[in-house]
C-alpha cells in the first residue's frame, strides 16, 4: 500500500522517487487466517473482497515453497470508513 493517493504526482511536485511513499508498515501476514475451499485453489490474479477489509488479487509467488505452499493475497483497495461513521 502507498502513504498517499496520488503518488506520480506527489513523487513530481517533491522531487522525490514515486517508491519513496510505499508504506513499510502496509505488510500484514495472518498465520492462521482461515479461508473458504472454494479459494484454496486460487489462480494467479483472481480478485476476491474480503468483508470489511478491502479488495485482493491473488499475488503470483502464491502457493509457492517461497512461502510455504499457502495462498499469498495481496491489498488493491482498502475500504474506507464513512465521515458519517467516524463522527459518531
Not at 1 to 22: C, H, I, P, Q, S
Request: with cysteine; charged share 30%.
Amino acid at each position: 500500500m502507498l502513504t498517499t493517493e496520488n503518488v506520480a504526482r506527489k513523487a513530481k511536485e517533491e522531487g522525490k522517487d514515486w517508491l519513496e511513499y510505499f508504506n513499510e508498515e502496509s505488510l500484514v501476514v495472518y498465520d492462521n487466517a482461515r479461508i473458504w475451499k472454494m479459494q484454496a485453489d486460487v489462480k494467479e490474479y483472481d480478485r476476491f473482497q474480503f468483508e470489511r477489509v478491502g479488495y485482493f488479487c491473488v499475488d503470483k509467488s502464491s502457493k509457492t515453497a517461497a512461502v510455504g505452499g499457502v495462498p499469498v493475497f495481496n491489498g488493491i483497495v482498502a475500504l474506507k470508513e464513512s465521515a458519517a461513521k467516524k463522527a459518531n
